[in-house]
T-cell receptor
Framework: GAVVSQHPSRVICKSGTSVKIECRSL??????MFWYRQFPKQSLMLMAT?????????EQGVEKDKFLINHASLTLSTLTVTSAHPEDSSFYIC?????????????FGPGTRLLVL | AQSVAQPEDQVNVAEGNPLTVKCTYS??????LFWYVQYPNRGLQFLLK??????LVKGSYGFEAEFNKSQTSFHLKKPSALVSDSALYFC????????????FGTGTRLKVLA
């Protein structure tokens, strides 16, 4: 149980185009999902918290107009990188929060590697 | 602010030997602590967590972690390392109640030598 998928796993796009990344919780409902960015050999940097049915909460320094997040259902959150530039190239990882009673754990997707040419 | 520190960038251990990956934390209140493992070009896999209860937490793949309140540590351990344990390990602490955000350490690369 507790499987989170991401699609696509890898994407190459031209500068100026937009790219959508999907994050799905396959066997549980997640009212909250998180989007992280990871640079090579570095830790995960939280970009935003995605809340089902409401606006995402962005971390300081993350441009909300550039990284659009939509959490339309309890099992799906999407991250759209708009007008992508080479500096947006990175490994993007989502996680979904599962709550069972008082216990909660985040489960992570396999990541999406974005390369902007 | 909540934080975790992983003081070692890399840990090398011989196959069959015990391994320890260190993590210390700084939190206000009771800590919620986690260990995750990441293989190359993959997301993070959950290993174990400490919320409350026994200080020794057992997790996946034979890993365990010891919560030590006096030393504010949550070191990851395994009695006998496997080459397949070679990966990047992250310690994390949950942020203050209500946000559910996780704060990650910088990661420790474990290399198990055959």
């Amino acid at each position: 149980g507790a499987v989170v998928s991401q699609h696509p796993s890898r994407v190459i796009c031209k500068s100026g185009t937009s790219v959508k990344i999907e994050c799905r919780s396959l066997d549980f409902q997640a009212t909250t999902m998180f989007w992280y960015r990871q640079f090579p050999k570095q830790s995960l940097m939280l970009m935003a918290t995605s809340n089902e049915g409401s606006k995402a909460t962005y971390e300081q320094g993350v441009e909300k107009d550039k990284f659009l997040i939509n959490h339309a259902s309890l099992t799906l959150s999407t991250l759209t990188v708009t007008s992508a530039h080479p500096e947006d190239s990175s490994f993007y990882i989502c996680s979904a929060r599962r709550q069972r009673g008082l216990e909660e754990t985040q489960y992570f997707g396999p990541g999406t590697r974005l390369l902007v040419l | 602010a909540q934080s975790v520190a992983q003081p070692e960038d890399q840990v090398n251990v011989a196959e069959g030997n015990p391994l320890t990956v260190k993590c210390t934390y700084s939190v206000s209140g009771n800590p919620y602590l986690f260990w995750y493992v990441q293989y190359p070009n993959r997301g993070l896999q959950f290993l174990l967590k400490y919320i409350t209860g026994d200080n020794l937490v057992k997790g996946s793949y034979g890993f365990e972690a010891e919560f030590n309140k006096s030393q504010t540590s949550f070191h990851l351990k395994k009695p006998s390392a496997l080459v397949s344990d070679s990966a990047l390990y992250f310690c994390a602490v949950r942020d203050i109640a209500g946000t559910y955000k996780y704060i990650f350490g910088t990661g420790t690369r474990l290399k198990v030598l055959a």
